[in-house]
C-alpha cells in the first residue's frame, strides 16, 4: 500500500464512559435514540476491547478508569498501574523500609508536630484505595506520631451512601489514627479550576472551618437523611480538630493524580493565587503517594515515583514528522494530553492542543450535553483543514453524566455525542480520513444498580466497542482485543512500524491477508 493510500487525518474519537453492557431498561445508550452510532456499527468493522482489570494493568475485579484507559490507549502495552504497584508493596513489607517514609516520621516525631493524611476515604481503587491509607496512618501512629486523617468522601466510584461504612471500616485498622475532618469529594478533589469549592476544602483542613460534628459517622448518616450523597458532604471539622500549624506534616494518599493537584497546589505553593488564603502552612514535611506534576515534584517527594512509559504513540508520530492535535473540553484535558503520552507534561514536537472549557454547572446533570457541540465544532474545522495526521479527540458527556446517576440526563447525554459523531464520520469521511471510535472504560451502559435498584454511579467492568470509519474495502474486519491494542492498530493505519516497547497488536484484518 502506498502512501497515497494512508488515511489523513487518523481519528481517534474516545467516548469516555460509553461501555458495551446488556440491554436493560436502564442501560442509558441502549435506550438512547442513536441513529448514527447504529448506522456507524452495523456498516463498518466492529470490534470490542476489554478496558478493565488486568486488561489494562489492574487487579483483578478492578474497573477501568479514564486515567488507566488513556494510558493504555497511547502506550501501545499493558502498563502496571500505581493500584496493584502500592499494593505489592505493602504485602512485600516494603512500607515500613521506605527511606522517605522513615524520614516523614522521624521529622514530625522529633518535633512533635501532626502528621496529616488526606485521601479519597473509599475502596473504589480509582483516585485511591483506603487500605493503603491506612497502612500509612497505622504505621505513623504506631511510631508515635499524632495523625489527623483528613476523608474525602467518594460515592462516584463507589455507591453513593457507602461513605459511613468505610469510615467505619478505616477506623477500625487505623491504628489509633483519628479522622479529623470529612469532605465530599466535589469540594476537595475539583480538577476544573472551581475555586469556590476547593476555598472550601481548604478552609477545612487548614482553619477548621465548616460544618462541626463530633462524630464522622454520625455526620455522614445524618447528612443521608437530608438526602445528600458522599460526593455532597459539605465540609465538616470532625470533635476537636483545630486546624493544620506551621511544622506539622502533609502526605497526600491518593495515587491518582488529576484530581488532587488543585488542593496540594493550594496546600504548599507559596505562589498559589487561586483564591485568597486564609493563610498559609509552613509544613515541615511534604510527602505524596505518586507524582502529582512536575510543579507539584519540586515541593513535595513521591513514595513511588513515577515509572516512565517510553516510544507511547504521540512520541513516535513526532519523530516521524507527523503533526498530531489533541481536543476535548476541560474535564478530560489531562487525558488527552498528559495520560495519553504516558505521563509526560511536555508537548512533543509537532504536536498542537485545544482546549475547550467545560460548562460552569454545579453537576453535569444539568446540561448533559457539556460542551460536546463546541468540540465538535473545533474538531470538524481540523479534520477539514489538512493539516493534521492524527487527532484525538474525547467526548466526556457518559462518564461524566453517567457519574451523577440521573438516568434520564444519561439518555441525553449519549444522543447528543450521537449527534456530534454523525458530523465527525461525515468530516472524516469527506476529508479522505479514518476514525476508530472507542472508548476508555464504562459507565453510561449501566444506570441503577442491580442488587439496591439505586443510582448507578461508578465505573464499570464492561468492554468497550470499538468501531472503524473510513477505510472502506481496505480493512474486512476489526478483531477483539484490548485498550492497548489501539496504538498498534493506528500506526497500522498511518502506516507506520510499531516499536518492540509496543506488545500490543494491530486490530486490524485486511482483505487479501
Known sequence: MTDRATPKPVVLCVLDGWGDGPDSPMNAIARADTPNWDAMSATNPCGRLDASEHHVGLPSGQMGNSEVGHMNLGAGRIVMQDLPRIDDALRNGLLPTHAELIGFIKTLKSSGRTAHIAGLMSPGGVHSHQDQIAALARQIAEAGVPVAVHAFLDGRDTSPVSGAQYLTDFSAVSGG???????????????????????????????????????????????????????????????????????????????????????????????????????????????????????????????????????????LLSETGRRQLRISETEKYAHVTFFFNGGREEVFAGEERILVPSPDVATYNLKPEMSAFEVTKKLVQAISSGRFDF??????????????????????????????????????????????????????????????????????????????????ERVEGLVDGCLADVAPTLLDLMHLPQPSEMSGRSLLTKSGA
Open 177 to 315: 489514627a483519628k479522622i479529623a475532618t470529612i469532605c465530599g469529594r466535589y469540594f476537595a478533589m475539583d480538577r476544573d479550576k472551581r475555586w469556590d469549592r476547593v476555598a472550601l476544602a481548604y478552609n477545612l483542613l487548614v482553619d477548621a472551618t465548616g460544618a462541626q460534628a463530633n462524630d464522622p459517622v454520625e455526620a455522614v448518616q445524618l447528612a443521608y437523611e437530608n438526602g445528600v450523597t458522599d460526593e455532597f458532604i459539605e465540609p465538616t471539622a470532625i470533635s476537636e480538630y483545630a486546624g493544620m500549624q506551621d511544622g506539622d506534616g502533609l502526605l497526600m494518599a491518593n495515587f491518582r493524580s488529576d484530581r488532587v493537584r488543585e488542593i496540594l497546589t493550594a496546600l504548599i505553593d507559596p505562589e498559589f493565587d487561586g483564591f485568597l488564603r486564609s493563610r498559609r502552612i509552613e509544613f515541615s514535611a511534604n510527602l505524596g503517594l505518586i507524582e502529582y506534576s512536575e510543579a507539584l515534584n519540586d515541593m513535595m517527594t513521591p513514595l513511588f515515583p513515577a515509572l516512565k512509559v517510553e516510544r507511547v504513540f504521540g512520541a
Open 391 to 472: 487527532i484525538l479527540v474525547n467526548y466526556a458527556n457518559t462518564d461524566m453524566v453517567g457519574h451523577t446517576g440521573d438516568f434520564t440526563a444519561a439518555v441525553r447525554a449519549v444522543e447528543a455525542v450521537d449527534h456530534c459523531l454523525g458530523r465527525v464520520r461525515d468530516a472524516v469521511i469527506d476529508s479522505g480520513g479514518a476514525m476508530l471510535v472507542t472508548a476508555d472504560h464504562g459507565n453510561a451502559e449501566l444506570m441503577a444498580d442491580p442488587d439496591t435498584g439505586g443510582p448507578h454511579t461508578a465505573h464499570t467492568r464492561n468492554p468497550v466497542p470499538a468501531v472503524l470509519i473510513g477505510c472502506g
